[in-house]
């Protein structure tokens, strides 16, 4: 079982940047490939960006390609994402999800665990 905890979400303007961290719990959070997936009012769950449990091969959607940037720290059980240069159009509420596989997996529903979300609100 895995807990996941996301946080760093908040109002920003276009062009700003945000880091958000997902916290995980239990002594097995290195085994666990992890994704950032997020969702605007009206709109699907859509993925944002993936990244295996070692670090490596880090994956993203082509909208956030260049501006986010995925990274784990399985010392503090945490995973990020930086988001650079942000618009309008990443308004959404983020989450983490975790797999225990050595793969990553950009379809949600492949993902066995999940957070809350942390809402993004892009605006001038």
């Known amino acids: 079982q895995v807990q996941l905890v996301e946080s760093g979400g908040g109002l920003v303007q276009p062009g700003d940047s945000l880091r958000l961290s997902c916290a995980a719990s239990?002594?097995?959070?290195?085994?666990?490939?992890m994704g950032w997936f997020r969702q605007a009012p009206g709109k699907e769950r859509e993925f944002v960006a993936a990244i295996t449990w070692s670090g490596g091969a880090p994956y993203y959607a082509d909208s956030v390609k260049g501006r986010f940037t995925i990274s784990r720290d399985n010392a503090a059980n945490t995973v990020y994402l930086q988001m650079n240069s942000l618009k309008p159009e990443d308004t959404a509420v983020y989450y983490c999800?975790?797999?225990?596989?050595?793969?990553?997996?950009?379809?949600?529903?492949?993902?066995?665990?999940w957070g809350r979300g942390t809402q993004v609100t892009v605006s001038s």
């Open positions: 999800a975790a797999k225990r596989s050595v793969s990553y997996y950009t379809a949600w529903g492949a993902y066995d665990y």
């Open positions: 239990g002594r097995t959070f290195s085994t666990y490939s």
